[in-house]
């Protein structure tokens, strides 16, 4: 586990979300001839669409009828129209399931009226991962250090203002003082690789373990992409010699605002099913997704193509969320501050 909770993740959950999960229907659904639409909120390419395909790949084998799992891509401001799409538009029969940022659903806590749902009120499956997260910057860039980002401007792509790539660069803004510009509009984080190499922007936040160690490993180990700081209580070996945010923040507040926003990462990879779906889908959908994410030949993919799999169950990551909305309000003004544009 790469990235520490804060202090009440895991200690406070109410009676009724206990047992929630302690109902458990006579009758799996059935899902002969059907399809489960599989939404990701990231463009295809980067670390969210790489695991939502290695999970649509062997997912239908352990559901009910063994459906056609199909991917599609939502990467529209940043992920939140993922979120929302699940959440308001998706039929509530189970054929429709859905992986977004834990920052997007982060974000009704912050009064983003733009998110429009209930966190808790999503069916959760699980998480696939816990990560951590890093900025990186492209050679080209001149860009070897977060502190040349405190000497002259530095460009920074990013999807929408919900994702990590947005809101990990203008914490560095808005908190540390950085001289950043944040340009919006990529469709993840691979698409704004390509910008890096264009020379469009010069770097590059949200940038996982997993992203790190996998799709992006070859750039790291043949110096094109440097990471420049990483975002976490502990260091992790993958991210070098980076400097670590934690170390640059001078008060407790600031850093238990810090844990808002970074410590979601533990959730990396969370799985939905829309809010309302019958309690037998959910069960059936639950126990489908533990037996994908045990599943040996997944195991072998994923170890084969650099890709972590640490899972938590879908009373771990409803308890998470359900922590996280305890966090006190002023901590929570202040992470919000620091991820929004002045």
């Not at 909770?5 to 959950?13: D, E, K």
């Not at 639409?37 to 290695?54: C, E, H, K, M, Q």
């Not at 529209?76 to 129209?81: I, M, S, V, Y």
């Not at 072998?300 to 009373?315: G, L, S």
């Amino acid at each position: 586990m790469r990235a520490r909770r804060p202090a009440s993740l895991g200690t406070s959950i109410s009676i009724s979300l206990c047992l929630a999960f302690l109902v458990v229907p006579a009758n799996a659904a059935d899902y002969t001839g059907k399809t489960i639409n599989f939404i990701v909120g990231s463009a295809p390419g980067g670390g969210y669409d790489t695991y939502a395909r290695l999970f649509a790949r062997y997912f239908g084998n352990h559901v009910p009828g063994k459906p056609t799992v199909t991917v599609q891509n939502m990467q529209t401001a940043g992920g939140l129209n993922a979120a929302n799409t699940i959440y308001n538009v998706a039929p509530k029969d189970g054929t429709t399931i859905g992986m977004f940022a834990s920052s997007n659903a982060l974000e009704p806590l912050m009064g983003n009226t733009l998110a429009k749902f209930d966190t808790g009120k999503f069916t959760w499956l699980g998480n696939m991962n816990r990560d951590a997260l890093s900025c990186g910057a492209w050679k080209t860039s001149g860009v070897t250090s977060i502190d040349d980002a405190f000497k002259r401007q530095v460009r920074f792509g990013a999807s929408g203002m919900g994702a990590t790539t947005a809101q990990n660069a203008l914490f560095l803004k808005n908190m540390l003082g950085a001289q950043i510009s944040v340009i919006l509009g990529y469709g993840g984080t691979n698409d704004v690789k390509l910008a890096m190499q264009r020379g469009e922007v010069d770097a590059s936040c949200g940038l996982f373990v997993s992203s790190v160690v996998g799709p992006f490993g070859a750039d790291v180990k043949s110096g094109n992409l440097k990471i420049i700081v990483q975002f976490g209580r502990t260091n992790d070996k993958a991210f070098g010699d980076a400097p670590n945010i934690y170390s640059y923040l001078k008060t407790e507040d600031d850093k238990l605002a810090a844990d808002f926003v970074f410590l979601a990462a533990e959730i990396t990879r969370p799985i939905t099913a829309p809010p309302g779906v019958s309690a037998d889908v959910a069960a059936t959908l639950r126990k489908a997704f533990d037996a994908t994410v045990a599943d040996p030949e997944l195991l072998a993919t994923a170890k084969n193509a650099n890709i972590e799999i640490t899972p938590m169950n879908a009373e771990a990551v409803s308890k998470a969320f359900a922590d996280f909305a305890t966090t006190p309000q002023r901590l929570i003004e202040r992470a919000k501050a620091a991820i929004t544009t002045p």
